[in-house]
């Protein structure tokens, strides 16, 4: 049975998560806060949050139930983030390789997943951080929220609700990872469009052709097709 569970503060969601697994049954349990203090992001990177105009959401599933690849998981959750998102809000959401969600050219969420083990059970430990209602991003250009990109105002209340029905939902009825790459590269942030790169220390242009399954990024440069790990190459939007 899931639960949600609402923190009026927290430092990371990711981090309190482990005091609500308490139980044998414990799964599919979420915690979220709209104050979050010291949020975490991918290889260590922090996420910064407005209090009371943006999500802090994490949820905790147990491995067990998928048969998928680390990548392929992660590849599922930034898709099942990305349609929850195109359906609230009537537009194109797109995936920005390997864990940031795009809508109309800003980053509004970032994800953060981790695998753990808390009292003998692995757990999947999926973060988001949600600009829901945030207006001023100063040190963040290429930062937006659903209220900046759409001029909609969003209950948060609802938002974390809706958010957390739409995820057990969807990784109840997980696809073939087949499925889910084809997902995922349809979705991908600029794929088959010339874009610059910053590639050790260097500028250029290049094309994102396709993630692949072991999460590599392969794009098309000068020197001809090449493949990446998240850090190895910068997209500059």
């Known amino acids: 049975m899931s639960q949600l569970f609402y923190l009026k503060e927290c430092s990371s969601t990711n981090d309190e998560i482990s005091k609500f697994l308490l139980y044998e049954s414990s799964d599919f349990i979420s915690v ?11 290889y260590g990177n922090t ?27 992660n590849y599922y959750t930034a898709t099942v983030i990305s ?5 609230l809000t009537e537009n194109i959401v797109k995936i920005k390789w390997p864990n940031d969600i795009i809508l109309k050219n800003k980053k509004i969420v970032g994800i953060l997943i981790e695998k753990k083990k808390i009292n003998q059970h692995n757990y999947f430990i999926i973060g988001a951080g949600f600009n829901i209602l945030q207006e ?5 250009s290429n930062a937006g929220s659903l209220l900046t990109q759409t001029g909609k105002h969003f209950n948060l209340d609802e938002f974390a609700l809706n958010l957390h029905n739409f995820f057990i939902e969807k990784l109840n ?15 991908l942030f ?31 440069l000068e020197g001809g097709l090449k493949s990446f790990y998240h850090k190895e190459i910068k997209l500059l939007y």
Not at 48 to 62: D, G, H, Q, Y
Not at 196 to 220: C, M, P, S, T, Y
Request: proline residues 1%; negative net charge.
């Open 173 to 187: 009825n997980i696809p073939s990872e087949k499925e889910i790459l084809d997902r995922f590269n349809a979705n």
């Open 190 to 220: 600029r794929k088959d469009e010339i874009s610059v790169f910053e590639l050790n220390g260097k500028r250029q242009n290049g094309i994102i052709r396709h993630a692949d399954e072991k999460g590599e990024l392969w794009i098309e």
């Open 136 to 140: 001023k991003f100063e040190e963040i």
């Open 83 to 87: 349609d929850f998102l195109a359906n």
């Open 32 to 42: 979220h806060t709209f104050n979050q203090t010291k949020g975490r992001g991918q």
């Open 47 to 73: 996420w910064s949050s407005t209090a009371e105009k943006n999500l802090a959401f994490t949820l905790a599933v147990k491995t067990d139930h998928f048969t998928v690849s680390d990548f392929m998981f």
